[in-house]
């Protein structure tokens, strides 16, 4: 453990969630887990997100289901209160009926009450159980099975341990039937008192029942209190209003699906037409041009399709003349190319004669003579570019790919570049060519590709060192070329690659490039199968990268060789930064000591002994590099401005003479 961390500390608890996330099952598992979960929906995902007739339909269904269910708990619950309200009024008519006649034959008892008016019981009174027993036998006859009649003696215990002179009808249990809420709101209060509960049998062939119980405290003829209760069923409400349900969702699950065929018929019918006009569109845009679309009807569908028709077809005009003017073009050139052959031929050989014979001339007939033999030589080259570019237009362009070594035609490149490199005062450097750079590819299309950048590296480099950097890794390997010169300015990276594009619009051709060798470049690329790249800041120079596949139609995942250079501005500012930021870290870990402020700042250094380092160090780059997601040349470059002392980018005035 390092010094001065704590087990609990903010470290520790870092890095166990490192160890979760990189090696603990918890990670690896629960990705797994996910993984596997979502592989068997990943089919029916993806059905729901290209299919518009689907998402219609299943909206409709889900909506008219959400419709269907609303509607039916409005029903029932309207129809459950209805039944239940009819069952209160009658029920209640009906108990306070019985109350009355209970508490009537209480008050004036007879023979036929079964209970004998000069018979006394144990205590002196007259027999008050056979009179409840009869009470409760002829109030519950009344009934006809529609209620239930208990009488329970007043204040006889709690609920579970008996009641004294219970009397039930119908095998009722009364102890169980009466809720004890209910008991003692007849216990404690006056008048009538009513809940929903359960009437229990004491038979067990009889189930448990809803009931609505009514229940008041009367006298005995003693003049004693007991309770008495009505038990009403509910078993018919409950019977209507299963009935009512099962008719709802009979309907409601009818009217769905009936809705669902409706959506499904009406999208159809707009779908399908949609449809074909896609797969119509995908094969005109695959080169089909004579597709059309079926128009049947005068409706909006149809006009659509007649729109769609009218649209292909100018759309097939008009291809078929740029095709026919682009074909005319090229063949213009071409011609123009060969044609001018002969006469350029005669004209060569005549300024042969008079360039060989200048010496004899006069000094200014002389410079003459040298002029036309340069031009000459740039007329030649130009009508070589514009045959190469005619080839690539037609696409007869032909790749010869073999198995080279990219140092080989490195250094053939490098050979035929020396003089102008002297001239110029130029060192050519070359990195990453100890190992062999093996790639399939055309010689002659790389090698050309690789002078041109070489050659504008030299001449627009101003006499700075030209870096030519090799490296290989995965499918892929790479050639960059580097020149700390005047760089681009922002927006060029991507222009460069454009035909006879100059930074300098002003500035005449004097280097004898023809304004295309960046253009066949790019196209050499593309043929192999690669990406031509450029970045470049003002005035810190910038990088051409050529990155080709190490198998011939393998497609590109990366470069090894980043776009920008490990000692641009911008990377060596950021290096810089986080340097004093490490500086920092560890001067506050360990007390007393001052913090490295970084040179030039008092009481800090860059090197030991108070130096400064003339470059700081690059953390290092990775292997390689995401590919652009275009995987077009020049795609990804980036352009950086150069920041003046207040923070803000200056514009270079000096002369780029960045020529294609």
Do not use: C
């Amino acid at each position: 453990m390092p010094p001065g961390r704590a087990p609990g500390s903010r470290w520790g608890a870092t890095r166990a969630g490192r160890l979760l996330q990189d090696g603990a099952p918890g990670g690896p598992v629960l990705r797994l887990f996910v993984r596997l979960a979502r592989r068997p929906l990943l089919p029916a995902v993806r059905l729901w997100r290209r299919n518009l007739q689907l998402r219609v339909v299943a909206g409709t269904l889900l909506m008219s289901l959400g419709v269907v269910l609303l509607l039916g708990f409005v029903v029932i619950g309207q129809v459950s209160n209805g039944l239940l309200e009819a069952k209160q009024d009658a029920a209640q008519s009906q108990a306070a009926g019985g109350f009355a006649v209970a508490q009537e034959k209480a008050n004036t008892p007879s023979a036929a009450d079964g209970a004998d008016p000069g018979a006394v019981d144990a205590k002196g009174g007259r027999d008050a159980s056979t009179w409840m027993n009869s009470l409760v036998w002829q109030l519950a006859s009344g009934g006809q099975s529609a209620f239930e009649v208990v009488a329970l003696g007043a204040n006889t215990g709690d609920v579970g341990k008996g009641v004294r002179g219970a009397r039930a009808s119908g095998d009722v249990d009364p102890t169980a039937s009466i809720p004890a809420e209910l008991r003692k709101s007849v216990d404690h209060g006056t008048g009538t008192f009513q809940t929903f509960a359960k009437i229990r049998y004491t038979a067990p062939d009889k189930a448990p029942e809803a009931a609505l119980v009514i229940g008041k405290r009367l006298t005995d003829i003693n003049g004693a209190p007991y309770d008495l209760y009505y038990l009403f069923p509910l078993t018919q409400e409950e019977e209507s209003l299963n009935l009512i349900k099962a008719t709802i969702a009979t309907a409601g699950l009818f009217v769905v699906v009936l809705l669902g065929a409706i959506a499904w018929l009406v999208v159809r019918q707009v779908v399908t037409p949609v449809r074909m006009a896609a797969g119509i569109a995908e094969r005109l845009s695959a080169g089909r041009l004579q597709e059309r679309m079926k128009v049947t009807g005068e409706d909006d569908i149809a006009r659509l399709g007649e729109a769609f028709n009218k649209m292909a077809q100018n759309l097939q005009n008009k291809i078929q003349q740029l095709e026919d003017l682009s074909r005319m073009q090229r063949r213009f050139v071409s011609d123009v190319s060969h044609e001018l052959r002969t006469p350029l031929t005669t004209v060569r050989m005549a300024a042969d004669v008079i360039h060989d014979a200048r010496v004899d001339f006069d000094p200014v007939t002389a410079r003459s003579a040298e002029l036309l033999a340069g031009q000459l030589d740039r007329f030649e080259s130009l009508l070589a570019d514009l045959l190469e570019i005619s080839r690539f237009d037609a696409g007869a362009a032909a790749l010869e790919a073999e198995p080279i070594d990219l140092r080989d035609v490195v250094r053939r490149v490098i050979d035929g570049a020396e003089p102008l490199a002297e001239r110029k005062g130029t060192r050519i450097r070359v990195l990453g060519d100890t190992q062999p750079v093996i790639a399939e590819a055309d010689a002659r299309r790389v090698e050309r590709v690789l002078r041109n950048l070489v050659v504008n590296a030299v001449e627009h480099g101003e006499g700075r060192d030209v870096v030519v950097r090799l490296a290989s890794a995965g499918g892929a390997v790479a050639v960059a070329v580097r020149d700390y010169g005047v760089g681009l300015k922002p927006g060029e990276a991507t222009r460069v690659f454009n035909r006879f594009w100059r930074a300098d619009p002003a500035r005449a051709r004097t280097t004898g490039g023809t304004g295309l060798g960046l253009s066949i470049a790019v196209e050499d690329a593309r043929l192999h199968g690669g990406w031509l790249q450029a970045w470049g800041e003002p005035g810190g120079g910038s990088q051409f990268r050529l990155t080709l596949p190490r198998t011939a139609d393998e497609p590109l995942r990366g470069s090894p060789i980043p776009l920008e250079p490990e000692d641009s501005r911008g990377n060596r500012a950021r290096a810089e930064a986080e340097r004093r930021a490490e500086a920092e870290r560890r001067a506050a870990a360990v007390p007393g000591q001052p913090a490295d402020r970084g040179p030039g700042v008092a009481g800090g250094s860059g090197l030991p002994g108070g130096g400064t380092a003339e470059r700081s160090a690059i953390p290092p780059r990775p292997a390689a590099v995401p590919a652009d997601p275009t995987a077009l040349p020049g795609s990804g470059a980036r352009v950086v401005a150069r920041p003046n002392g207040g923070g803000a980018a200056e514009h270079v005035q000096e002369d780029a003479g960045r020529e294609g």
